[in-house]
């Protein structure tokens, strides 16, 4: 069975930056899309970013010039960078990953923007 493991939440100061990974139990080229997405309290889930296999990403407009989606592959492992980030960061957040078995899920990790 896939397993994901996010790491790398925390708190963090406006302005601050944080590099959460998402470690998968087998390689990541069997996999059609790795996504980040989260989730704030009273508020419905997000998907923040996502590595398409092949290398293309995309971003939600709220983390857009501010969040990087990266894979290596050698590691099993997609990472996150969020810059400057602000207390509306402020989330659980989760990975997925696609394959033709379906979708599968993260614990989370929760991050907290806050001065």
């Known amino acids: 069975q896939v397993q994901l493991l996010e790491s790398g939440g925390g708190l963090v100061q406006p302005g601050g930056s944080l590099n959460l990974s998402c470690t998968v139990s087998?390689?990541?080229?069997?996999?059609?899309?790795v996504a980040w997405h989260r989730q704030a309290p009273g508020k419905q889930r997000e998907s923040v970013a996502r590595l398409v296999a092949g290398g293309s990403a995309g971003y939600s407009d709220s983390v857009k010039g501010r969040f990087t989606i990266s894979g290596d592959n050698s590691e099993n492992t997609v990472y996150l960078q969020m810059n400057n980030l602000i207390p509306d960061d402020t989330a659980v957040y989760y990975c997925?990953?696609?394959?033709?078995?379906?979708?599968?899920w993260g614990q989370g990790t929760q991050v907290t923007v806050s001065s």
């Open positions: 087998e390689s990541l080229t069997n996999f059609y899309l």
């Open positions: 997925s990953a696609v394959s033709r078995r379906g979708e599968v």
